[in-house]
Nanobody, 125 residues
């Protein structure tokens, strides 16, 4: 079980881009990852996932075509590139790791057993 630290959040105007990164304290080989977000007063939402192999990737409809998840096993990092940001993307973004997701990619929190502290992303006009 390793620790996850998110970075790269901040303020951005609508239509802008932001990249958030999740850094693990150990090797991420064969570990699946996902990004979740939670806006004030709303439930946590799974938005992107990538399998441990890196082959399987899924996105929530709310971010499909705008957000892109990637992993760098050499650097033990997982990134989320966010483009064409909207005010409704404002939330705390969390990284999560699932040790049983080497080949699968699931947008459900129950499959993830390590979580970061989150990073705030605010889209304002």
């Amino acid at each position: 079980q390793f620790q996850l630290v998110e970075s790269g959040g901040g303020l951005v105007q609508p239509g802008g881009s932001l990249r958030v990164t999740c850094t693990a304290s150990g090797s991420i080989l064969k570990t699946g990852f996902a990004w979740f977000r939670q806006a004030p007063g709303k439930e946590r939402e799974a938005i992107a996932c990538i399998s441990g192999s890196g082959i399987t990737i899924n996105y929530a409809d709310s971010v499909l075509g705008r957000f892109f998840i990637s992993r760098d096993d050499d650097k033990d990092t997982v990134a989320l590139q966010m483009n064409y940001l909207k005010p409704e993307d404002t939330a705390v973004y969390y990284c999560a790791a699932g040790s049983m997701l080497a080949r699968r990619c699931l947008l459900e929190s129950t499959y993830y057993n390590a979580w970061g502290q989150g990073t705030q992303v605010t889209v304002y006009s």
